[in-house]
């Protein structure tokens, strides 16, 4: 069975009230151009007996553009979103999609089987599916009768 651990996972009315603020903030007091929020690429997180599951929304980015770290319980994303080039007299009406580098790092409730862990790209979601090492799995112990 899967358990969701994304972030505001509990609160999620709260959460997403909280990033729409701070990017208003950015907004307000950033400028005109978007950078990647702090959270960026969005995530879900779902984790079970025999590993986890990470979807990561990055439209617009190439999947070479991509690198994926794994070293024990921790995952790390990074990449870039290049800004878009319409043509050369075309000027900015509205730019609501942020541009630029990126770092995404989540810790899991385990350790990771990285030599059997895999992703696949579609749509622009990124797919991980991150399998326990057979030692971290949990076991049900029985008891001997004495």
């Known amino acids: ?13 709260v959460a997403r009230d909280m990033r729409r603020l701070q990017e208003e903030m950015n907004r307000a007091f950033g400028g005109f151009r978007l950078a990647v929020p ?3 690429p969005p995530v879900n997180v779902w984790a079970g007996a025999d590993g986890a599951i990470i979807t990561a929304e990055v439209p617009g980015v190439a999947p070479d553009q991509i690198d994926i770290t794994v070293h024990q319980d921790t995952v790390t994303l990074r990449g870039k979103r290049e800004p878009a080039a319409p ?4 000027t900015v009406h509205r730019e609501e ?3 630029g580098s990126f770092a995404r ?8 089987d990285s030599e059997k862990a895999s992703a696949r790209f579609e749509r622009g979601v990124l797919i991980l599916e991150l399998p326990r090492p057979p030692a ?10 004495a």
């Open 136 to 145: 971290d799995k949990p076991r049900q112990i029985k008891i001997n009768p």
């Open 1 to 13: 069975m899967l358990t969701d651990l994304a972030l505001g996972g509990r609160w999620p009315e």
């Open 97 to 99: 999609r942020a541009t």
């Open 38 to 40: 702090a959270e960026y």
């Open 105 to 112: 790092t989540l810790v899991l409730p385990f350790r990771v």
């Open 87 to 90: 043509g050369k007299d075309a």
